[in-house]
Structures are given as C-alpha cells and as structure tokens.
C-alpha cells in the first residue's frame, strides 16, 4: 500500500548557510520505525536530485521519534548570495512530507 | 530561591509580529521578558546603518516597543533582555532611557553587555596567531579581510547573568547567542553553576525552543496547522523553568497558538545539525536526550537533557561584501502560461550575451511551478497552469552588469511572448551581496564588558 509520508509524519525544513536541514517527526512509535527503515541518507539524496548537490547526514533523535537530514551544497549559496526564492530551504520539509512510500501490511 | 520562573518570548527576529512582547506582557503573568533581534545578516545591515549614522545599529523597533511596555514591566517587575542592541548596544540604551524619561519614568537599571564586537580587532587577532579560519571552507579570512563588513563574537548566557547580579531591569547586549537570552535567567535565579552541564543544556534547550517566537506555538506548523486556532493574536512561547532544569513550555490562556508535543518537536529540530553536538558558548547539548511529555492544556514538560562541558572557542560570524544583485519578475497567464515564462527566459538570456555582460550566476524560477521544490515538480502538468510568475535572478562583482539587466526585464512586455503583466513596481534595484563567514576565536582573546547605564 502506497502512503504518503505526511499521513505518518510531520517536520520543519531550515538553513545552516548553504545546506538545508529537514527535521521529520512520525506521530507515534510505529511510524518512527517506518521513517527510520525508508527514510535512510541515499533515499533523501536520491528524492532531492537537482536540488541538493552535496552530501546528505542523518541523525536520529528516537526520544521524540524524529530524524534531522543535513543536506549540504543545498541554497545556491545560502544567506543573502543565493538567489533562489526559498533561500533557505523552509518548504523543504513540506516536499519530502510528500514524498510517497511503499508500507507492507 | 524562587520555586520557579516563567520567561516569555517577545520576538523570534528582526520584524516579527510587533504586537506580541505587548501581549506577553499583559495578558498574563511573566518575570522575564526575552526578545531576540539577530540573525547573520542582520548585523551586517546593523553595521552599515551605523556607518552612515554613529546613532543607529541597534534595532531602531526597541524605542517605540519600551514606550509601550516599559511602564507595565516596571509596574510587574518583568525583566527585559534583548541582542536588539546589535553593532551599537549603548546608542540603543540610550535611546531607552530617552523614552523612559519621555514617559515619567523615574527609575531604571539598564545595562549593556558589548565586546562582541571585533571588527576593528581583526589585525591584531590574525597577529596573534588566530586566521579565523572558515569554518565550513577552511580558507583563511586574510582573503576577504579587506572587504568585512562586521565581525562579531556569540557571547553567551554567563555576560548577561553578571548583568542581572546588577539589578539590572533591562539588559541590552550585542551578538549573544538566542539562546543565551532564556538561560542567563535560569542560571540567575537559581544559581546554577558553570559546570552545572545537565542544567545549563537544559536551560539552552528551552532557550532554543524559544528563540524563534510563535514557531514553537502553532506557527509555521507542518502537522496539522488547520486545527491551529486564532493565529491572528497568537501567542508566543513562554518557559516555566524549575531550579532542577525542567521546563513546561506553555503560553497565556487568552492568545491563539497551540502547545503540543508536535508543535514543540517541530522547533527543536529547526536548524539542527548533528543533535548529539547543539554547540554553545555555555555548553554542549545532546538534543537526543530530550524528553517530552503533554502536561495539560497548552503545557509541554522538557525534561532529562543531558549536556557536556562547552568548548575553548566561541563562534564568531562575520559578513563581507560580495558583488551585487538583483531580481526582476513578470507573470505569464494561460494557456501556455509556462511556455511563454520559458520562451521570455531564453529572450532575455540572449539580450544579457550581446550585451556581453558579466555574471557570476543567472538563477532562473518559475514561481507557480518549480520555485519552492525545483526538480520535485517534474510531476506537474504545465498545462494545468493558470498563470506563471518568471522570476530570474543575477549576482556579478560587476555592478553595471546587474544594473543593465535591471533595465532588461521591462522591456520584455512589448518585445516578447503575450499575455504578460506584474511590472507595476517599477525596475528591480541591484542590491549589495553580503556573504557569510563563520569563525572560531578562543575564548581567552575576548573579553566581554558590562556598563550599567541608569536612570534614578
């Protein structure tokens, strides 16, 4: 069955000069393992293709059931130099939230 | 001892919602007040204004805002401590004091905390060995010294407890850290110590959930932001802090916003990096400790944060000049609306090389199509496109360029595709690129110095 991440999951997208980080937060405990079995670092490098040119690092904060992405090479610059609209990447927690997963029941 | 203390938060940057510190402050019970003013680029912009005006760089909102609160906040006893004084804390406190007298007010403690500043130190600190190296490219700073714009330290919460110890009822400070300004009340009332490390991350932790204002009360919410009620008053975080560390984060009763779980782990993963390293000038947090827990209507208990001993360094960020700007857009309607905004694209693109200027980058988005998700937006049908806003962007160290390609987008609307409009502002304006620069300096280089300004 396919689902959205935003049907498990919520989060807050922000910037560190030119990376990104994507923090995803799943509402309950089986969720949190769904995000952290699917969600790896290449599966949100690969999601983000043509936006994110650097490395992508992953962390796990299991406490509250989230998981920070850090996307490097991220902004086209970052700060006041990228001249991108979403400089410093607030709508990118919305687009991985969007991203579709396949669940096995 | 007080059992325990409520901080409020006023402002989460720099042109937030300027009705809120009015609101913490009278709709409902508080001891402190913490309005943040400083982001990167602010300084910078703090920087220039003062280089025109020795009277300006501080956040020219402070005066206007005490006037308001100052006679209830004296009246309460609500403390205030703010970064709004920016490049020049003591112009700012004397601005304060000019309104207080304004308005009758016969006695006040303001006291400044500065040394933030480096700017005019920079030789003598390269001399002694410190290249300020940056910190994510590792290139010296000798490159670009000559073009700094500001140069300023992140002091963090101790500089504003040796304020508070002077019965200070304001504290106006330059570059401290946003969470410094929540922690130094904690550590004053409750007397926490400097190796006191669980409660001092504790205590950043609650600073952090705070920093960005409504963010951490419904704002900005990415959960379920439909249920989120009366944003239009909405109220901003307040911190209960208890002297063994623990916080419930909450908000006044009669404002909008919403307090939950979600709405509190939203914040604290904004602007993380590694959550095991939340790295400041008092020490480091481990944000993987944090513990939450619903405690009521609007009330989140933060407890079990764990934190280490800070490092030898503190942050120091500077901005320097970087070329020049600008920005131009039009808006194509349907049909087609997409393939016009890209046909204008290439057309405008061709003028700039025959007119053989120079840029460093052309930037161009569809607003309506890829602007916020680039590539992501593949997966739309362009021709389901009412209208599409063509939005292109220049940088170059050459600003003839920028400025000639100013004069470029106008001219498109007779000598392009149909159906276009949205240039009734006039020509975009080539603005200064100020760049970024992240640094380490030791601790022992610096010094940060209190003046108490009075009025009595």
């Given at each position: 069955m396919k ?5 498990i999951?919520?989060?807050?997208s ?6 990104a ?18 969600l790896?670092?290449e599966t ?6 043509g ?22 090479n ?16 607030k ?12 669940i096995?029941? | ?12 940057f720099w ?17 402190y ?14 920087q ?5 005006n020795?009277?300006l760089?501080?956040?020219k ?15 309460k006893?609500i ?38 500043d480096?700017?005019n ?12 190296n940056n ?14 714009l ?21 504290v ?5 850290t ?20 669980n409660?001092?991350?504790a205590?950043?932790v609650?600073?952090?959930?705070l ?37 419930i ?20 993963v ?31 208990r933060v ?47 061709k ?23 680039g ?39 007779l000598t392009?595709?149909p159906a276009?409009t ?35």
């Amino acid at each position: 069955m396919k689902k959205k991440i935003s049907e498990i999951a919520h989060g807050r997208s922000g910037d560190k000069g030119d990376a990104a980080n994507i923090g995803i937060i799943a509402y309950d405990d089986e969720g949190y393992q769904l995000i952290q079995k699917l969600l790896t670092a290449e599966t949100v490098k690969k999601y983000f293709e043509g936006i994110c040119f650097g490395n992508v690092e992953r962390y796990e904060l299991p406490n509250i059931r989230a998981l920070n992405f850090v996307l490097h090479n991220t902004l086209g610059g970052g700060g006041t130099v990228s001249l991108k609209l979403d400089a410093q990447g607030k709508t990118l927690a919305a687009a991985l939230l969007n991203m579709e997963i396949e669940i096995n029941n | 001892m007080k059992e325990k203390i409520r901080i409020a938060s006023g402002q989460g940057f720099w042109g937030d919602l300027i009705e809120a510190p009015y609101l913490q402050v009278t709709r409902g019970q508080i001891d402190y007040l913490v309005m943040d003013y400083l982001a990167e680029v602010t300084m910078s912009i703090l920087q220039k204004q003062k280089n025109k005006n020795p009277l300006l760089g501080y956040a020219k909102d402070i005066p206007p805002l005490m006037k308001r609160i100052l006679p209830v906040c004296i009246e309460k006893g609500i403390k205030i401590i703010t970064n709004g004084g920016g490049v020049n804390p003591y112009a700012c406190a004397d601005a304060v004091i000019e309104v207080a007298k304004e308005i009758g007010i016969k006695k006040l403690i303001v006291a400044v905390v500065s040394g933030d500043d480096i700017l005019n130190k920079i030789d003598a600190i390269i001399s002694s060995g410190c290249e300020l190296n940056n910190m994510d490219s590792g290139e010296p700073i000798t490159g670009i010294k000559d073009k700094l714009l500001s140069a300023n330290v992140y002091f963090g919460a101790f500089a504003i407890v040796e304020a508070l110890k002077q019965s200070a009822d304001i504290v106006i400070t330059g570059r401290t850290t946003d969470t410094g300004l929540t922690l130094a009340p904690m550590i004053y009332e409750f007397g926490w110590e400097e190796d006191d490390y669980n409660k001092l991350a504790a205590g950043t932790v609650a600073g952090h959930i705070l920093e960005c204002g409504a963010q951490a009360t419904g704002g900005n919410f990415l959960g379920d932001w439909e249920s989120i009620e009366n944003f239009a008053e909405i109220g901003f975080p307040i911190a209960e802090a208890y002297p063994n560390g623990e916080t419930i984060i909450t908000k006044h009763d009669s404002l909008g916003g919403k307090v939950s779980f979600e709405t509190i782990a939203e914040q604290i993963v904004y602007e993380i990096g590694d959550p095991k390293m939340y790295i400041t000038p008092d020490c480091i947090a481990d944000f993987t400790t944090i513990k939450l827990e619903n405690a009521g209507a609007n009330r989140v208990r933060v407890y079990n944060v764990k934190g280490y001993k800070p490092t030898e360094s503190y942050k120091v960020s500077c901005s320097y000049e970087d070329g020049f700007s600008a920005v131009g857009t039009l808006t194509y309607s349907a049909p087609a609306a997409l393939k016009k905004a890209d046909a204008a694209d290439k057309i405008l693109r061709k003028r700039l090389e025959l007119l053989d200027l120079k840029f460093d980058e052309v930037h161009t988005e569809y607003v309506g199509f890829n602007s916020c998700n680039g590539s992501l937006a593949g997966k739309t049908n362009p021709d389901d496109l009412n209208e599409v806003v063509l939005r292109v962007g220049v940088r170059s160290k050459d600003y003839k360029s920028v400025d000639r390609f100013t004069r470029e987008i106008a001219p498109l609307i007779l000598t392009g595709p149909p159906a276009v409009t949205g240039f009734a502002g006039g020509r975009p304006k080539p603005s200064e690129v100020v760049a970024y620069w992240p640094a380490l300096i030791p601790k022992s280089l610096v010094e940060h110095q209190i003046k108490i300004m009075s009025l009595l």
